[in-house]
């Protein structure tokens, strides 16, 4: 007895020995169409976000290597200049030393005697460097001076270090009072991004510098700088 | 005879069909290979030659390069800092040397200053003469001052009063400076 045979099977053998050599080629087409659709093209698209991402990754190494152009054209002496006249002008705490010898100083260039000093030391708490207000301490200075010489003095306390800010001013006969508030400020938290332009000062900042320079008669103080962070995870240099 | 009845001619052509065909998908099946080998290897050397490592490499290089200026770079930042709180600072001063110098030359002479305090919004300012004629010049040189919007913006008299003793009037102004 004959043994049974699948017909469906037969059926496409006998298909497929009648189609075969129709049904290679388009086999291999259809793969290679598969293929096109499914590797070539995303890898394509592959290509162009990473040309994208290589135009962008250019343009960071660009201001990388213009960041430290300008960091190794500036002179670190003139910096530390710059750096030490600023922080003169705005302490990062209450300078008292800072605030006698200035006030001192402008006395005898206003060639008017000065009576006593009367600190209001304040809060002593903590002030944080982000806040923007600006800490003082305020002083109540007497002075033996006719309205001239008054006016003088505060002309040169208003050129003093550390920033004085006249409140109010009470001449009166040949005595004066005169309520001054000093500001310091503390170090800002500095957080170093290499991938942001390194910012020079400006010409603004350079006049305003070169007017501090001109008041600045006073000794200059030592501030240390704050540790700092650094955005691109590299060890701090301080 | 006829051609529709014509078997062995009719197979003739469709096997030229057939062949033709056949022909043909090989052609295009080799071609599509071609290409998928082609584009493949094209995409492998852009990949290689677009590659971000190198241009990763050289970023890292510059900045170890900046790290050894990070002090300067710090400073800088500092400097910047401060010197926009200086300049905000140096903005909101009172002049108050300025105000002095241009108060003092509107006493005439023949008045006396006894006080005068200055604030940061008024300023209140007491004087003696032995003459009224003195005192209405000093009420008209610093009237003329609030009217022409110098220094202050008003005036307001205090009170004028007669010192028996001494024979001398005083007069005391407050004004609203600008």
Same mark, same amino acid.
């Given at each position: 007895?004959?043994?049974?045979?699948?017909?469906?099977?037969?059926?496409?053998?006998?298909?497929?020995?009648?189609?075969?050599?129709?049904?290679?080629?388009?086999?291999?087409?259809?793969?290679?169409?598969?293929?096109?659709?499914?590797?070539?093209?995303?890898?394509?698209?592959?290509?162009?976000?990473?040309?994208?991402?290589?135009?962008?990754?250019?343009?960071?190494?660009?201001?990388?290597?213009?960041?430290?152009?300008?960091?190794?054209?500036?002179?670190?002496?003139?910096?530390?200049?710059?750096?030490?006249?600023?922080?003169?002008?705005?302490?990062?705490?209450?300078?008292?030393?800072?605030?006698?010898?200035?006030?001192?100083?402008?006395?005898?260039?206003?060639?008017?005697?000065?009576?006593?000093?009367?600190?209001?030391?304040?809060?002593?708490?903590?002030?944080?460097?982000?806040?923007?207000?600006?800490?003082?301490?305020?002083?109540?200075?007497?002075?033996?001076?006719?309205?001239?010489?008054?006016?003088?003095?505060?002309?040169?306390?208003?050129?003093?270090?550390?920033?004085?800010?006249?409140?109010?001013?009470?001449?009166?006969?040949?005595?004066?009072?005169?309520?001054?508030?000093?500001?310091?400020?503390?170090?800002?938290?500095?957080?170093?991004?290499?991938?942001?332009?390194?910012?020079?000062?400006?010409?603004?900042?350079?006049?305003?510098?070169?007017?501090?320079?001109?008041?600045?008669?006073?000794?200059?103080?030592?501030?240390?700088?704050?540790?700092?962070?650094?955005?691109?995870?590299?060890?701090?240099?301080? | 005879?006829?051609?529709?009845?014509?078997?062995?001619?009719?197979?003739?052509?469709?096997?030229?069909?057939?062949?033709?065909?056949?022909?043909?998908?090989?052609?295009?099946?080799?071609?599509?290979?071609?290409?998928?080998?082609?584009?493949?290897?094209?995409?492998?050397?852009?990949?290689?030659?677009?590659?971000?490592?190198?241009?990763?490499?050289?970023?890292?290089?510059?900045?170890?390069?900046?790290?050894?200026?990070?002090?300067?770079?710090?400073?800088?930042?500092?400097?910047?800092?401060?010197?926009?709180?200086?300049?905000?600072?140096?903005?909101?001063?009172?002049?108050?040397?300025?105000?002095?110098?241009?108060?003092?030359?509107?006493?005439? %002479?023949?008045?006396?200053?006894?006080? +005068? !305090? &200055? #604030?940061?919004?008024? *300023?209140?300012?007491?004087?003696?003469?032995? =003459? /009224?004629?003195?005192?209405?010049?000093?009420?008209?040189?610093?009237?003329?001052?609030?009217? %022409?919007?110098?220094?202050?913006?008003? +005036? !307001? &008299? #205090?009170?004028?009063? *007669?010192?028996?003793?001494?024979?001398?009037? =005083? /007069?005391?102004?407050?004004?609203?400076?600008?």
């Amino acid at each position: 007895m004959r043994e049974k045979t699948n017909v469906d099977i037969e059926a496409i053998n006998f298909l497929y020995q009648r189609y075969k050599e129709y049904l290679l080629p388009c086999l291999v087409i259809f793969t290679c169409i598969l293929l096109f659709l499914i590797v070539i093209i995303p890898q394509i698209q592959d290509l162009i976000s990473i040309s994208k991402q290589r135009e962008i990754e250019f343009k960071k190494l660009e201001l990388l290597k213009n960041n430290l152009a300008t960091l190794i054209s500036i002179n670190s002496s003139v910096l530390d200049s710059q750096f030490a006249v600023v922080s003169s002008a705005l302490p990062p705490n209450k300078d008292f030393a800072g605030i006698i010898t200035g006030v001192s100083a402008a006395a005898q260039r206003a060639g008017v005697g000065l009576n006593d000093f009367e600190f209001q030391v304040g809060d002593l708490r903590e002030i944080s460097a982000s806040s923007m207000e600006y800490p003082f301490l305020t002083t109540k200075l007497n002075i033996q001076s006719s309205y001239q010489q008054s006016a003088n003095f505060i002309t040169e306390l208003f050129k003093s270090f550390p920033l004085a800010e006249i409140v109010d001013v009470s001449l009166s006969g040949r005595s004066t009072e005169v309520s001054v508030v000093f500001y310091y400020k503390p170090m800002p938290e500095i957080e170093v991004d290499n991938y942001k332009p390194v910012k020079i000062l400006t010409k603004e900042n350079l006049d305003l510098i070169n007017e501090l320079l001109t008041w600045n008669s006073n000794p200059v103080i030592n501030v240390p700088l704050p540790s700092s962070s650094t955005s691109s995870g590299s060890t701090s240099p301080f | 005879m006829k051609n529709d009845i014509n078997l062995l001619l009719r197979t003739k052509t469709d096997q030229t069909k057939k062949s033709k065909l056949s022909h043909l998908l090989r052609l295009t099946s080799v071609v599509s290979i071609a290409a998928v080998l082609l584009t493949s290897f094209i995409l492998y050397i852009l990949s290689r030659q677009l590659s971000l490592e190198p241009i990763k490499v050289r970023q890292n290089a510059v900045i170890n390069n900046i790290n050894f200026l990070k002090n300067k770079q710090a400073k800088l930042i500092v400097i910047n800092a401060k010197l926009d709180d200086v300049s905000q600072i140096m903005t909101k001063r009172p002049r108050f040397d300025s105000d002095i110098q241009t108060i003092l030359p509107k006493v005439p %002479s023949g008045v006396a200053s006894r006080s +005068l !305090t &200055l #604030g940061k919004q008024r *300023l209140t300012f007491r004087v003696e003469s032995n =003459s /009224l004629k003195n005192i209405n010049d000093f009420i008209n040189n610093f009237a003329q001052m609030a009217k %022409s919007k110098s220094l202050i913006k008003d +005036l !307001t &008299l #205090g009170g004028i009063g *007669l010192d028996p003793t001494s024979g001398n009037y =005083s /007069l005391s102004v407050e004004a609203e400076k600008l």
